[in-house]
């Protein structure tokens, strides 16, 4: 049974965005009774080698908004990615709303402000972001309440949120034959994975869950990012099926141990602490740093 305030007779309108290039998927979360959305996990488009960024995806997403008559009040983020860069002020800028993420977001912000060797002007208070939410935080989408659940192990700000019967998981769970996110990030903690899992598994069977990524399966799945509490619980390879926190530590530990760095880890950590913003040299000159040996 939920300790958290579930109502499933609300059936929030989910548009999906998928990004092929870092396999992300954006979601615009419709009111059904008003035009107020809210939009989750917005992703800019960065060539590292080149040092661009653009905003293909963004703008596809604005253009459905626009064309919609929505009305953003959220721009939320499930935590800090590491995998792909935020458009969250980008899209604020064209179409307004408050960006929100879990309250630890200053942990991140200590730990990798540390690693990126950022300077004092560089606040770790997340004062970048226009909300921080703790476990249990009640937000509105027009009339139809979101509430956020606090999730930690892939990073200590995870969040999910969750909003008549769907709920947007971040990296907290993929999908039941990819199992789980890796928890060797600094912050990162196979346990609280694993509890934090377990507590999303307390939802409704029927409660519809939303992946932010999604590979394919090993037998050529094509990409997929919508299952239910029942189906994870029955079915997932790393959690499901009753299988025990220190199965699970050991398989985690292990399987991390063998993956490699996320390709755009560097400059989606700098930019995702900041809400999404650019970090700027001296000069104010859009600027990113490579630290050498330093993840």
Known sequence: ???????????????????????????????????????????????????????????????????????????????????????????????????????????????????????????????????LFVDGDVITIGSLPLFAMHTPGHTPACMVYVTGNAAFVGDTLFMPDSGSARADFPGGDAGELYDSIQKVLTLPGEMRLFMCHDYGGMDGREIQWETTVAEEKAHNIHVGGGKTREEFVKFRTERDAQLDVPKLIIPSLQVNMRAGEIPRDEDGNPMLKVPVNGL
């Not at 908004?65 to 959220?74: F, S």
């Not at 800028?93 to 690693?115: A, C, H, P, R, S």
Request: net charge negative; with cysteine; proline share 4%.
């Open 1 to 131: 049974m939920s300790a958290y305030p579930v109502d499933l007779s609300k059936t929030p309108e989910v548009t999906s965005f998928f990004d092929p290039v870092t396999n992300t998927i954006t979601y615009v979360v419709k009111d059904p009774d008003s035009a107020a959305c809210a939009i989750i996990d917005s992703v800019m488009d960065i060539d590292y080698a080149a040092g661009r960024i653009t905003y293909d995806n963004a703008d596809e997403v604005i253009a459905f908004v626009t064309k919609q008559g929505l009305q953003v009040e959220w721009l939320l983020e499930t935590h800090v990615h590491a995998d792909h860069l935020s458009a969250a002020p980008y899209i604020q800028d064209k179409l307004g709303g408050k960006i929100g993420v879990g309250e630890n977001i200053t942990v991140v912000q200590d730990t990798f402000g540390k690693v990126f060797n950022e300077g004092t002007e560089f606040q770790r208070d997340g004062s970048q972001f226009d909300a």
